[in-house]
């Protein structure tokens, strides 16, 4: 697919709003600015990179200051804007805005962001359209203001809601309990020099802050406390880059799972070898955990593992296996909540992280709400909304049309299936996909989409009558 305007995109189209510039919000925009597809893109920040931007002024970020990503810049880079050669395998997040803030001022993008402007309220009116209200008062302007749209694009992110744990650990604790997402350093926002510390949880921000703290001049005791094990896989595999080559489309998810388990006992061994729990399930059938200190940290006897947490008692904590520990700091590193609280329950209800949605993206039904990069996939997230983004271009500049709704339904159920079921049950694995499988089948159903469209004309499926509706709320 070409991704550019093709003759359909000469008539009027449909106004969309974007929510967010994070990495999925801007790679949106330039999709439908290649198109010709007007739009709005608000951000409640002052920047542009969302969970990227260390200290954001709107508190969603997760981004703390050691922080690297944990997918190598071969595989986060954009289709059309090549990372840096001299970026680092894993760039650190300040790399990693600089990178966004270079690829939104290269496609001119920045000027069409309305910063310090909060999205409160999203309505889908009766006639189809949707009434979005703004808070512009960071900005300067109104408290609240309302604009009319004919799509919306939901790019707000699913990793600044904090999930803990439910229900919460019965006691009273006596010290500080914090979430992942608040951690900045080892000293802000709570001094854990001399401290005694247990991280619950053992995702790949659990494994980056336990390593860190864990380290002499630091913590006095770490722990790490986890329900269950899990694999550990390194960054790099005999001396390469272990996300580099990465399984092709057409293989089996069954024969890339066996092959992740022969190369990660090769390369680190069993888990249990190094005194973690094992795990309860196989390579693959869990999200990842990346770290290429975490394992040597337990080696040496900075992390030392704990199961799960029974309760509280005061200034101590006693675990499921009887133990009881000091404890002056207990950080959830647990996950996160998917919310949008702009939009009505009637419109989208999030169950446990699940929300059953077509490619990922839209519920059957709804022809003109898109949630943007709401995935987990493997490796990557990061360019993730580029590759739907295109495909949602053609979609509103008539160059591609949907099955019915109860083949969508039906591809829901099928693509579910194969991406999650055979993971173990858990909220962070309810959005899970494999990127390259991902791309492959949507690129089929693209291909699908064009020939439905031309068999019928290429009509518009989402009309352009924002401007109108407007204009007559004005008279």
């Known amino acids: 697919m070409s991704g550019q305007s093709s003759p359909g995109t000469a008539r009027a189209l449909p106004k969309a709003c974007i929510i967010g510039a994070g990495c999925s919000g801007f790679s949106t925009a330039k999709a439908l600015q290649d198109r010709g597809i007007p739009f709005d893109i608000f951000e409640m920040s002052d920047t542009i990179g969302g969970n990227w931007a260390y200290k954001n002024k709107n508190g969603m970020s997760a981004c703390y200051e050691s922080l690297h990503i944990d997918t190598s810049k071969y595989r986060m880079q954009f289709e059309d804007f090549p990372i840096p050669d001299d970026f680092p395998d894993f760039p650190h997040h300040s790399q990693v805005l600089q990178y966004f803030n270079d690829y939104v001022d290269h496609f001119g993008l920045r000027e069409k962001i309305e910063f310090n402007t909060a999205v409160t309220h999203c309505e889908l009116m009766p006639d189809g359209l949707w009434r979005v209200t ?18 919306l694009f939901v790019c707000n992110g699913h990793h600044w809601s904090p999930r803990w744990p439910t229900p919460a650990f019965p006691g009273e604790f006596d010290g500080v309990q914090m979430h992942a997402h608040s951690y900045l350093t080892p000293f802000e926002p709570v001094e854990m020099r001399g401290k005694n510390i247990v991280v619950v949880g053992m995702g790949n921000s659990a494994m980056d802050i336990a390593s860190e703290l864990s380290q002499r001049p630091i913590a006095k005791n770490l722990w790490v406390s986890a329900r269950r094990g899990v694999y550990i896989f390194p ?11 990465s399984a092709p489309h057409w293989m089996p998810l069954r024969l890339q799972r066996w092959l992740a388990a022969k190369a990660l006992k090769r390369a680190v061994g069993n888990m249990e070898d190094y005194g973690l729990p094992k795990p309860d399930h196989k390579p693959l059938e869990a999200h990842p955990s990346v770290s290429g200190e975490f394992l040597t940290r337990v080696g040496c006897g900075d992390i030392k593992m704990k199961p799960n947490i029974e309760r509280f008692e005061g200034g101590k904590v006693r675990f499921t296996d009887g133990s009881v520990e000091d404890v002056d700091v207990v950080i959830y590193a647990t996950g996160y909540n998917v919310e949008f609280p702009f939009l009505d329950k009637s419109v989208v209800e999030v169950k446990d992280n699940h929300i059953p949605l077509f490619k990922r993206v839209m519920r059957p039904g709804i022809p003109n709400l898109f949630f943007m990069a709401l995935a987990q996939p493997l490796p990557t997230l990061t360019n993730f909304a580029e590759q739907q983004a295109r495909w949602l271009a053609a979609y509103l500049a008539g160059d591609y049309a949907l099955p019915s709704k109860e083949e969508m339904e039906r591809i829901i159920v099928e693509d579910e299936k194969r991406f999650i079921g055979h993971f173990y049950d858990s909220p962070r694995h309810k959005m899970q996909v494999d990127f390259n499988i991902y791309c492959h089948d949507l690129k089929k159903e693209w291909r699908k989409g064009e020939k439905r469209a031309r068999a019928s004309g290429n009509p518009l499926p989402v009309p352009p009558r924002a401007a109108s509706a407007l204009g007559r709320a004005a008279e």
């Open 235 to 245: 960054k790099y595999i005999g001396g390469k880059v272990a996300d580099k080559a």
């Open 134 to 151: 703004i808070d512009r008062s960071g900005a300067g302007g109104p408290s609240s203001e309302t604009r009319i749209y004919d799509a």
